[in-house]
């Protein structure tokens, strides 16, 4: 059985590190499984795309696909997208249609039938050696991919993760299952996976950590010693994007924001991008109450 291993942290513009295979075996066919991808793009499809840019460079990668669904977000049925493409850059996309065409209007991801045989055709055409689920939504297609192609293909998960409530409790068990069936789970940060570990009983020797964001040594295209020469003249500006909504951590950076006001050696401001998910006016709040 292969060991999936961090032998290289060669990394993207946006701070992904690829998981390798040992260098002695046949090049891999990479396949990501998530609910939405071109022509949306959202924050985890661009993500998916540089990382597959950067497998496109490597040796060791064969081909990169991405299997989806005629989605966009949130829930928008594009019946008119091609079945399959690929993109200029080589990566190949298939595509799911959904019935019935309009999902229930209360979950992330479209709550629709999609065929488990027409996923089998794309998962026999594009034949990949590893399934990478991105995200724990879309677990209907997560189950059908482990079903048809286990013992044929290794399966990697990156759970979305973030404290369930109440209401999504049921996802506690399909997630503790994907977690189970996949032989790496890769959180985001060394706090995701702690939340990984505790909420769905994830063996810590399954467990990675390959964070997504921006290092300051790795600014494209910059000189030796030219990025440290810039940060000492200031101002510094800190750009978040992402919807503004009470689990995407817009508080938590702005608290730390005030604590550590007194500590900067150059002005600094943070500036936030985003559609409103229900938590604008309370950071706006934050922001008056704390005169920043």
Sequence with gaps: MIRWTCRSRRS???????????????????????????????????????????????????????????????????????DKETTPEGISIYRLSGFPRRPLPFYSVPLVWFSPWRLKKYLDEFKPDVIHFVGDGWFWGHFWAWFWYRGRARFVFTPSYHTLPLSRWWLKPINAFLCGISDRVVALTELEAEGVHRAYLTSKNKLGVIGWGASIGEKCGQKPGQLDDEMDTGPVTVLCVGRLGSHKGQRWLLNVYRMARGQFEWPVRIVLVGRDEGATAGIENFITQNQL
């Design 12 to 82: 993207l513009m946006c701070g992904i590190t690829v998981w390798r295979q040992p260098v002695d075996s046949k090049p891999l066919r990479i396949l990501f499984l998530t609910p939405y991808f071109r022509p949306y793009l959202g924050g985890i499809e661009r993500a998916i795309e540089q990382l597959s840019f950067q497998m496109q460079q490597s040796a060791s990668i064969d081909a990169v696909g991405v299997l989806t669904t005629k989605y966009s977000f949130p829930r928008c049925p594009q019946p008119t997208w091609d």
